[in-house]
């Protein structure tokens, strides 16, 4: 009877870990230009995004100096010929902000002060989600493999 009871348990703790595994990833904040303050010009948003990937309900965070630099949401059209007109949102609000990716589809960022022509605008394209596999517990977080490390020991104290 006792071995059935540890095969239970056992078998319990398994599936704990098992959901954790698969919780997925926790959003992740991209520094737009791959520094603090870097929402400028002569830095290479094409270049900074080719070593990001983005998913969906990502943050984006923009620094720059609001009395010089903006940050203004735009359709494709608009980015790819740097009209500052007829934009989607101005995302703008102190020269420290965020936006989060909540859809799957691709985004268009400018700078709508006339800086746009000396490069200051990023398109972020979000990749699918990651397929559920069992390398997902390995790309868990700290606090969920904490988690489920102290959710195990406490069972197995409780059980055994």
Same mark, same amino acid.
């Given at each position: 009877?006792?071995?059935?009871?540890?095969?239970?348990?056992?078998?319990?703790?398994?599936?704990?870990?098992?959901?954790?595994?698969?919780?997925?990833?926790?959003?992740?904040?991209?520094?737009?230009?791959?520094?603090?303050?870097?929402?400028?010009?002569?830095?290479?948003?094409?270049?900074?995004?080719?070593?990001?990937?983005?998913?969906?309900?990502?943050w984006l965070y923009f620094g720059f100096d609001r009395n010089?630099? %903006?940050?203004?949401?735009?359709?494709?059209? %608009?980015?790819?010929?740097?009209?500052?007109?007829?934009?989607?949102? %101005?995302?703008?609000?102190?020269?420290?902000?965020?936006?989060?990716?909540?859809?799957?589809?691709?985004?268009?960022?400018?700078?709508?002060?006339?800086?746009?022509? %000396?490069?200051?605008?990023?398109?972020i394209n979000i990749e699918p989600d990651l397929p559920l596999?069992?390398?997902?517990?390995?790309?868990?977080?700290s606090t969920a493999k904490m988690n489920v490390l102290f959710?195990?020991?406490?069972?197995?104290?409780?059980?055994?």
């Open positions: 009877m006792e071995f059935g009871r540890k095969i239970t348990i056992c078998l319990f703790m398994m599936i704990i870990m098992w959901c954790y595994a698969i919780e997925g990833r926790e959003p992740v904040l991209h520094r737009v230009g791959g520094g603090r303050y870097t929402w400028r010009p002569n830095v290479s948003f094409t270049n900074w995004t080719s070593y990001e990937h983005f998913y969906q309900d990502d010089v630099h %903006n940050v203004l949401e735009v359709n494709k059209t %608009n980015y790819e010929n740097c009209i500052e007109t007829d934009f989607i949102k %101005n995302v703008t609000r102190g020269g420290r902000d965020v936006v989060q990716l909540l859809e799957m589809r691709s985004y268009y960022y400018i700078c709508g002060r006339g800086f746009c022509n %000396n490069g200051m605008k990023v398109e596999s069992p390398t997902i517990f390995s790309q868990a977080s959710s195990v020991i406490g069972l197995a104290w409780i059980f055994i």
